[in-house]
């Protein structure tokens, strides 16, 4: 007999979801709303007085080349992140998923990275592509093959997408990983019986299968690409050399906080979040037809 257990009051429910609204409204939606706010206003240049201004804020930006630039460095960095971090997870899920000795020990060590903060991360990466002590930068230059990451501005992108892409490879590849667990042994046998190879099985089956989880990474990487990688950059390039790795999110930051312009930096934040709902609701419009669920 099915017992069902009611609940007498009605505000109780609210009571329990009080704390958690409390939280979403004061550390997210107000701080959105006072950045769309200050986006619209120009404050002197000891921020005691503010002047609304329009759109002007928005018109100076985009007449500005070096946010183009910044615009452009966005796409390039966020694509390379987004692309490395989702191949090199779902290839060592892969590998990770087979049934050898001491895959429990592999995946673990696999999953340790993403505890690692960005900063702590981005030291790491120094410790490597340093051109003076950076095990991997010095044997470059002494190969005699040319490598200053805080001179050459390509290098300088390459290095912060390879830690940021190496930051977000252990989140991805926990999700990979379960998707490819669920994924019922018999479809791949009889597979295999039939006569087709690994990697026909694994495009023809597997990673149709793994569709949900590939979109949803996608989601979330791209997020991460655009506002998690502050850290790293930060530690590692500062935006430089020559604001070659300046982000959308690390120039908001600069004008913001080291400029003092809110005005200007209230506008970026603005212009950033519309980027991301508009690729996240292209990505929800196309990209999710080739979802199998």
């Known amino acids: 007999m099915d017992r069902k257990v009611v609940f007498n009051q009605k505000l109780l429910p609210y009571l329990l979801l009080l704390p958690q609204m409390a939280i979403t409204l004061v550390f997210f939606f107000w701080p959105a709303g006072q950045a769309v706010w200050f986006a619209f206003l120009r404050q002197d240049a000891f921020g005691i007085r503010t002047t609304f201004v329009g759109f002007e804020n928005f018109t100076d930006l985009f007449a500005d080349p070096l946010y183009l630039d910044t615009i452009r460095n966005t796409a390039v960095f966020s694509t390379g992140v987004t692309i490395l971090a989702l191949a090199v997870a779902l290839l060592l899920a892969v590998l990770a998923d087979r049934q050898i000795r001491g895959a429990t020990g592999y995946r673990t060590l696999l999953i340790w990275p993403y505890a690692i903060?960005?900063?702590?991360?981005?030291?790491?990466?120094?410790?490597?592509?340093?051109?003076?002590?950076?095990?991997?930068?010095?044997?470059?230059?002494?190969?005699?093959?040319?490598f200053d990451y805080k001179l050459n501005g390509n290098q300088a992108m390459l290095v912060v997408i390879l830690a940021s892409a190496w930051k977000q490879v252990s989140y991805n590849f926990i999700f990979f990983l379960a998707g490819l667990q669920s994924i019922?042994?018999?479809?791949?046998?009889?597979?295999?019986?039939?006569?087709?190879?690994?990697?026909?099985?694994?495009?023809?089956?597997?990673?149709p299968l793994l569709s949900p989880t590939t979109f949803f990474l996608l989601v979330v990487n791209l997020v991460y690409a655009f506002f998690d990688t502050f850290g790293v950059i930060d530690a590692l390039t500062k935006g430089g050399p020559a604001k070659a790795t300046e982000?959308?999110?690390?120039?908001?930051?600069?004008?913001?906080?080291?400029?003092?312009?809110?005005?200007?930096?209230?506008?970026?934040?603005?212009?950033?979040?519309?980027?991301?709902?508009?690729?996240?609701?292209?990505?929800?419009?196309?990209?999710?037809?080739?979802?199998?669920?």
Do not use: C
């Open 117 to 146: 903060a960005p900063a702590i991360a981005a030291v790491l990466w120094i410790f490597l592509f340093h051109p003076s002590i950076g095990l991997i930068g010095r044997a470059l230059n002494d190969a005699g093959l040319p």
């Open 184 to 207: 019922p042994k018999a479809v791949l046998e009889a597979a295999a019986i039939d006569g087709a190879r690994a990697t026909r099985r694994f495009w023809t089956i597997i990673f």
């Open 247 to 293: 982000t959308l999110i690390y120039r908001a930051y600069v004008d913001g906080r080291v400029n003092l312009d809110l005005g200007s930096s209230s506008a970026q934040s603005v212009v950033l979040m519309i980027v991301v709902i508009l690729l996240t609701a292209i990505q929800f419009r196309y990209v999710e037809r080739r979802v199998h669920y």
